[in-house]
């Protein structure tokens, strides 16, 4: 059985870590079953707002005339589409896995990793081509120190009659080489927002099935509302539904899908299109690495606890991103995998005298995140209702903390105006005694780099008035931001 220093499960942001501890001298294995580059490369991140920009473009042309300049979309060559932007990640992939298997201190396995011991992992290599009896083969290799970055995969909801249906999820989305003249999306979350958005403003009519009576449930109450509303204007919503059947009909041509539900007023229907996709959430892939089987305790949704130090319940452990369920952001997994190497590998000098490694809880905070559809969305810290409802961050005295809620809407603004963005607004919630940040939401043009201003005021310790006492340049759109926050009065 090999020994390495180092074994990472998981290729996405896992490779922060084995580079850092290749470039120190150390052992490593690098463990993928898929392409490199995880989650974020091969079928989030990066590929899905590719494709979104185009969508941002066939709503240029489509509105021009709100801007007195006449314009027709002629015709959308989806395939050429969808092909440059795979040509492109899988590219990227294969000089990322290149680059890991010329590196001397990197071993790749090819395979599907599956821990049979406390510092074992099994590491099963299937070769479709072969014969039945050579088709799986295996090898064991031991690791001083693991770390796990295995992420998380679609989950499908037990939905009657779902299983026999050859259904779509975002990755076979991200990749459809055909666009569908209708499509049928079950899921009302940010996934189902931002595909909804790719393919409608490229001309499929949208069907939304959602169990919710809103869209985007986990963000700002008042953005999802807004949000919500300008999502009926575009689609067909179902909201409050719920999914009594799925069946599909036809071959692989002329596929019908048929769905059939229970509205929100009690009424069945059915809904008819020619795609399906499921988008649902996620589940974390530790069933399929057994993480058991290393004394790896993981909660009851399948993901894995962790510590303040990103620990697991076993020791020389760790794990970082999807997997871990903290939060499921690629800024959030290569903020983990820094923190995650370093309290592993806490240099000589960072010890104390009792030769004890000096480890470091991450800091998250603040942890933003966006949403990229039209309006974008962009968040961070509490929201209203954390502060109404579930009465989130009490006092010494056991009080509720007093905040004031200021907003701004991007219309009254030189730049708002210009852009013609009459929903758009940003929210600050405000701490009533200190004017400390407690959240900011915006919805609307730019919202995802907007938030970044907020961001940096929040880290270094600002409030309200760090913004509104910074000059900002007349009449960027920036403005917006500053007028949200004069508002706040505390």
């Not at 066939?58 to 007195?68: C, D, V, W």
């Not at 796990?148 to 991200?174: D, F, K, M, W």
């Not at 000096?358 to 509490?382: D, W």
């Amino acid at each position: 059985m090999k020994t390495y220093d180092v074994i990472v499960i998981g290729a996405g942001s896992g490779l922060l870590i084995s580079s850092q501890a290749a470039n120190a001298g150390l052992n490593v294995a690098v463990i993928e079953e898929d392409k490199f580059g995880g989650t974020c490369l091969l079928r989030g991140c990066i590929p899905s707002k590719i494709l979104i920009h185009h969508a941002d473009i066939a709503r240029t042309i489509k509105n021009s005339a709100e801007f007195g300049i006449k314009s027709k979309l002629l015709s959308v060559d989806f395939k050429k589409i969808v092909k440059e932007v795979s040509d492109f990640v899988d590219n990227e992939a294969k000089q990322i896995e290149q680059g890991n298997k010329n590196d001397k201190n990197i071993t790749v396995y090819k395979g599907r990793a599956e821990f049979t011991g406390k510092n074992t992992v099994k590491v099963v290599f299937e070769n479709k081509n072969a014969a039945k009896k050579d088709k799986e083969k295996s090898e064991e290799i031991y690791g001083k120190k693991i770390f796990i970055c295995a992420g998380t995969r679609a989950s499908v909801p037990p939905i009657p009659g779902l299983n026999n249906a050859r259904y779509l999820t975002s990755t076979e989305a991200l990749r459809l080489q055909k666009q569908p003249k209708v499509l049928t999306i079950i899921g009302g979350g940010y996934i189902a927002a931002e595909l909804a958005y790719f393919f409608g403003e490229l001309g499929t009519k949208i069907n939304i099935v959602e169990r919710e009576n809103i869209m985007l449930k986990n963000e700002d109450k008042e953005i999802s509302e807004v949000f919500t509303k300008i999502a009926g204007k575009k689609y067909n919503l179902n909201l409050g539904a719920q999914i009594l059947n799925v069946s599909q009909k036809g071959n692989k041509n002329t596929d019908k899908f048929i769905v059939e539900i229970k509205n929100a007023h009690g009424k069945n229907r059915k809904i008819v299109s020619d795609q399906l996709l499921v988008a649902t959430g996620r589940v974390p892939n530790t069933d399929v690495l057994k993480v058991q089987n290393a004394g790896v305790k993981a909660n009851k949704y399948g993901y894995i606890e962790v510590n303040q130090y990103l620990e697991t319940s076993q020791k020389n452990i760790w794990a970082i991103g999807d997997i871990a369920g903290i939060y499921l952001f690629k800024h959030s997994a290569n903020l983990e995998a820094e923190y995650a190497y370093h309290n592993a590998f806490s240099s000589d000098k960072n010890k104390t005298k009792d030769n004890k490694q000096i480890k470091k809880p991450v800091n998250y905070y603040p942890m933003p995140h966006a949403v990229f559809t039209n309006p974008q969305i962009a968040g961070v810290g509490l929201r209203e209702q954390d502060l109404t409802k579930e009465n989130v961050g009490t006092n010494k005295n056991n009080n509720e903390i007093e905040y004031v809620i200021a907003k701004h809407y991007f219309k009254n603004t030189g730049m708002g105006r210009a852009l013609h963005d009459d929903d758009g607004f940003v929210k600050f919630i405000v701490e009533k005694k200190t004017g400390k940040i407690l959240g900011c939401h915006i919805i609307g043009a730019e919202a995802s780099t907007l938030i970044h201003e907020v961001l940096v005021v929040m880290k270094a310790g600002g409030n309200v008035d760090t913004i509104v006492n910074t000059v900002h340049i007349h009449p960027a759109l920036s403005e917006v931001v500053q007028r949200a926050a004069r508002k706040a009065k505390y």
